[in-house]
């Protein structure tokens, strides 16, 4: 009898922790360096909010973003949810207000490729998403690629719904992504928003200098040493649900950094929990090689 009365007081206090954090945004810094770029850069990173609100009309997480003072805004997908209905003016006003601002660049996650799939279930709540993004300014990359500055690329990659398969997803081969964007340009720093990290090999194979991912929602509950507990496609107890990860890849006979960086996410659906886990803006700021 006590252990259960100590056992349902432990799951109250974690689920009334768990409802303080999911409203608890926070900010994570990342510097990546590269000798292609000339001067520095500053982005700010969102990903799979789906549908949460910060603050009256976002306003909480606008301020956020104002508060790194970003050359441009990057959209990693899912910033809504897609079950068995789907909204999107949540999306859309979010779109406007940051367009306003900044260079805003969104590809799709997994929830607008569903919208997307299903035309039967959503009808086109897709071609009007398609349609508010670029009315609002924003730059709609669906397997493609626009020079965000001079000398630097962003290429967003819709990944198909096989890929989003749960437990066993299969292999992404680098022929994949040539045959959806093409060759990147090799002398520019090329950015790439992938929504899953799951196939970080073949985005570095293929060119991607920085791929900026989510979708693993920081693993649900972060446990100690970093690791999550389980990602959406229940995999279990992987380290890249969250920050970043640098690794050597082989182009053109040459050793070069690929980095990936998995943002945690803004919001929830389906397990509406996060522990140890806050929804996180993602800033990073791209220095050229040698600068502080």
């Known amino acids: 009898m006590a252990g259960s009365a100590a056992g349902a007081l432990l799951t109250a206090l974690a689920l009334k ?10 900010r994570r810094d990342y510097t990546v360096r590269s000798g292609k770029l000339s001067r520095e850069i500053r982005l700010m990173f969102l990903s799979d909010l789906h549908d949460k609100v910060f603050g009256a009309e976002n306003e909480e997480l606008l301020e956020g973003i104002e508060a790194f003072r970003p050359d441009a805004v990057l ?8 079950k068995k209905t789907a909204e999107i003016g949540l999306t859309l006003s979010l779109a406007e207000k940051l367009a306003r601002r900044w260079p805003v660049c969104y590809a799709d996650g997994n929830h607008e490729t569903r919208l997307n799939r299903d035309r039967g279930r ?3 709540l897709y071609d009007k998403l ?7 300014g924003a730059l709609h990359l669906t397997d493609a690629t626009a020079e965000l500055f001079p000398g630097v690329t962003v290429s967003g990659l819709t990944i198909t719904q096989d890929y989003y398969r749960k437990v066993c997803p299969p292999e992404m081969p680098v022929s994949y992504l040539r045959e959806r964007l093409g060759e990147p340009e090799k002398e520019k720093f090329r950015i790439l928003l992938a929504h899953s990290p799951l196939f970080f090999d073949a985005y570095g194979e293929w060119g991607a200098d920085l791929t900026l991912a989510g979708h693993f929602h920081g693993g649900t509950i972060r446990l100690p040493g970093g690791a999550g507990l389980m990602t959406p496609q229940f995999q279990f107890l992987r380290r890249d649900v969250w920050g970043r990860h640098d690794r050597r890849v082989l182009r053109d006979g040459k ?15 389906s397990i509406n929990l996060r522990l140890n886990n806050p929804p996180e803006l993602v800033a990073v700021r791209l220095l050229p090689e040698g600068q502080g």
């Open 130 to 136: 398609d349609e508010g993004l670029r009315g609002a």
């Open 17 to 26: 922790e768990s409802r303080r954090e999911c409203s608890a945004l926070t």
């Open 255 to 269: 050793r070069e950094v690929s980095s990936l960086i998995v943002s945690a996410g803004l919001g929830t659906h």
């Open 75 to 82: 959209i990693g997908g899912d910033m809504m949810v897609v």
């Open 122 to 124: 959503y009808g086109d």
